[in-house]
């Protein structure tokens, strides 16, 4: 490493881009998703203003009975008026104002049955449009899109302006006769008002679907920008979906042991295959594996999605021709391996595929199993366990001789051929599953020379871990797969 | 190796410069012994042990020991997440090592967020300072001063003599427990920094043994 700290954090961010954990961040969906949300009440608002002016029509034939009541309300919207005559108050503030007089007016009067319904629907404009104006606001901060209420509020001030002149003249003539029930004049009266808010009301639907629909368009821009198709979020969405961890499973397996081992009171936990791989270490190593794997996995998806047409399928079938390179079926052939051959493969194999990696470990504990083997067994029950920790300690050791493997793939500067390395690997892969093999007939045609009632089961127990065994230093193989492939990219 | 019986499993994790002797700390803590040679670490290796913290619970460290080399940082920052604590590493006689702790510090930090990691500062090398062979270049007013300033416990090792590794290594896992029983850190799903142990979650069943064995012995 430099000794310079300058470089020590550039080289430190320029690693950053291959952190897969941080290309989760890249995906902007909670702002999305915050947008969609805005947007929902105020449609629900807006459909219920669609029913306005129906709702209005229908409520005049009561008009008449509400004359008297009509009369209190008069000074209260000579108020509002006056207030529209200064030009400093906003048009929301308008309707806050009118929002207060029927709150103050309905809570007074209780008879206004026909009423109230009315203007429940004027305070559901008026809310409506602190709505729109609320998300517009949200929208031109953040889209720019025009505000429904600068669409609309041009004619609207004209309009008002010019209700108002002459309401001003209506009043001067009627105010000698304050008592009188001019129906005639509070039925026009009304019918503006009611024109008014429903030149407003229709000003601001269309406003508020202009706004929708542009709400709607930059969504799907957003969502789609760098994205074309939304393959990334799909696959963002789809992976998952992934079939459960073996580690998981095996750890599952080994405090479950754990727990029967302790209910039936032994006061030795018995030493289970899962456990003994626990101890070997074993998990830990599938475990990181499976964490490297993962993060490649992603990254690769991430890369594919970059791509399209035959580039996309020339770079598949490159990637479909190492994963089948990977590959090997094990259970067709009944080829063992001795200690001797296992060390030249193993030493062949792994020169190939990176010359960093430590073989010693493995061959290690393959000397070691195969020292044990050869001395004498006391009893059954001995030959048995040593049998089991013995196929555990082996698979603990490929576990981590894989981990490795996978570390060195990812980092690799060594311009060795990807289908070399994945060929290589199928060989390692095989010669593991071979010495498995040779380990578990060893111990079986031991486990023979005793002629007990529990033989057989010993027998079969030793086989059984041997082909366990076998599958999850094959499936730790598989794991390699997506880091050998990104390797390619 | 690990104990079977342990309350509470804690993960931690080894980061700092190349050749400041990572490894050999954890392979004396391990295995109480000193290894002359040693290769540079490949990504990440693991170690665990079982420590008893006095009168109270056992507890299984699953230490990760990193590789310092530049090549590797995009691997072990993977390992950052799921760890509790983290031992910042620095060589003694290595003035750079030291200079380089709050980059170490802040990357850690920043991947183990939203949980807030226990540091300890540990400086290696000290029989190399205590013998003279080398010149020290870090004082230990220096490090007791960084440590003041961010809150954290820091001492000085040696993996050849074994001077203060097990106090390096229990310092931190006291800590750890003290913000589990104030309530600061709690296990969680989807996070392997801290988890309980196998005894911790069967003490119900060890009271049924009890009881069973209590009339057995009256009966003799």
């Known amino acids: 490493m430099s000794d310079s700290e300058a470089e020590f954090e550039s080289a430190d961010e320029g690693s950053k881009n291959e952190d897969g954990w941080e290309i989760e961040s890249d995906f902007d969906l909670p702002d999305v998703k915050s947008l969609s949300v805005e947007y929902k009440p105020t449609e629900t608002k807006l459909s219920a203003l669609t029913n306005f002016s129906e709702n209005v029509d229908t409520k005049h034939p009561e008009i008449n009975d509400a004359c008297n009541e009509m009369s209190m309300v008069q000074p209260k919207l000579d108020k509002l008026d006056v207030n529209n005559d200064n030009n400093t108050k906003s048009e929301s503030q308008v309707s806050e104002v009118i929002q207060n007089e029927i709150k103050q007016t309905s809570t007074q009067t209780t008879g206004w049955g026909g009423w109230s319904s009315g203007w429940s629907v004027n305070s559901l404009l008026s809310t409506a449009s602190l709505l729109t104006n609320q998300v517009s606001q949200g929208l031109t901060n953040v889209i720019g899109a025009p505000a429904p209420e600068q669409l609309a509020s041009v004619d609207n001030n004209k309009e008002v302006k010019n209700v108002q002149e002459t309401k001003v003249n209506d009043e001067v003539t009627e105010e000698p006769s304050k008592s009188i029930l001019d129906t005639n004049y509070f039925l026009s009266n009304v019918s503006q008002i009611t024109k008014i808010v429903e030149t407003t009301g229709s000003k601001i639907i269309s406003g508020g679907l202009d706004t929708l ?20 979020k799909r696959a963002m969405f789809f992976q998952n979906t992934e079939k459960i ?31 003994l791989l626990d101890s070997f270490q074993g998990l830990i190593h599938l475990e990181s594996l499976e964490l490297l794997s993962k993060q490649c996995q992603m990254k690769l998806q991430t890369v594919l999605l970059s791509y399209s047409g035959t580039q996309l399928t020339d770079i598949q079938d490159k990637l479909d021709q190492i994963k089948d390179l990977c590959y090997f079926d094990f259970d067709d052939d009944e080829k063992c391996m001795s200690i001797e051959e296992f060390r030249n493969s193993l030493i062949t194999c792994i020169n190939k595929i990176s010359t960093d990696v430590k073989t010693e470990k ?31 300690e082996l698979t603990a050791a490929a576990m981590e001789l894989f981990y490795k ?26 010669s593991v599953c071979c010495r498995i093999r040779f380990i578990a007939n060893k111990y079986a045609s031991l486990l023979t020379n005793y002629d007990a009632d529990g033989t057989s089961n010993n027998i079969s127990d030793v086989y059984l871990e041997s082909s366990n065994s076998s599958s999850y230093i094959q499936d730790a193989a598989q794991l390699l797969i997506p880091i050998l492939q990104l390797s390619v990219i | 190796m690990a104990d079977l019986m342990f309350d509470y499993q804690f993960r931690l ?3 700092g410069d190349s050749t400041v002797g990572k490894s050999s700390l954890l392979k004396f803590f391990n295995d109480g012994k000193f290894v002359e040679v040693s290769d540079p670490t490949v990504g990440v290796d693991f170690f665990a042990r079982t420590i008893q913290i006095p009168s109270g619970p056992r507890i299984k460290l699953q ?35 030291f200079e380089h702790i709050p980059v170490w510090m802040n990357d850690a930090k920043r991947h183990i967020e939203p949980h807030r990691p226990v540091f300890v500062l540990v400086g290696c090398k000290l029989d190399l300072v205590n013998n003279g062979a080398s010149k020290r270049e870090v004082t230990e007013e220096e490090a007791k001063q960084f440590g ?73």
């Not at chain 1, 542009?214 to 393959?231: A, C, F, N, S, Y």
């Open chain 1, 213 to 232: 629909e542009t709400v709607g368009k930059k969504t799907i821009e957003v969502l789609q920008d760098g994205d074309p198709g939304l393959r990334k």
């Open chain 1, 245 to 275: 961890n073996l580690s998981q499973v095996l750890q599952e397996a080994k405090e479950k042991s754990e727990v029967e081992s302790k209910q039936n009171n032994q006061v030795e936990i018995k030493k289970g295959y899962a456990y």
């Open chain 1, 362 to 392: 493995i061959l290690r504990v393959s000397d070691l199993i195969d020292e044990k083997s050869n001395k004498e067994f006391d009893s059954e029950d001995s030959i048995h366990n040593e049998a089991i920790s013995a196929l555990a």
């Open chain 1, 405 to 430: 493997l996978g570390e060195m793939i990812m980092i690799d500067s060594q311009n060795q051929l990807v289908t070399v390395k994945a060929e290589q690997l199928s060989i390692l892969n095989e």
């Open chain 2, 13 to 15: 994790i080894l980061i």
């Open chain 2, 63 to 97: 230490l990760w020991d990193t590789a310092g080399q530049e090549r590797f940082r995009s691997i072990t920052k993977s390992y950052y997440r799921n760890s509790v604590g983290a031992l910042l590493i620095y060589d003694i006689t290595k003035r750079a090592s």
């Open chain 2, 148 to 220: 003041a300033e961010h809150n954290i416990f820091t001492v000085e090792t040696s993996a050849k003599t074994g001077s203060n590794v097990e106090l390096a290594f229990s310092a931190i896992t006291q800590e750890i427990y003290q913000r589990i029983k104030s309530g600061e850190y709690q296990m969680e799903e989807g996070w392997d920094g801290i988890k309980s142990g196998y005894s911790h979650h069967s003490a119900s069943i060890d009271f049924n043994n009890y009881i069973e064995a209590e009339p057995a012995k009256s009966c003799c």
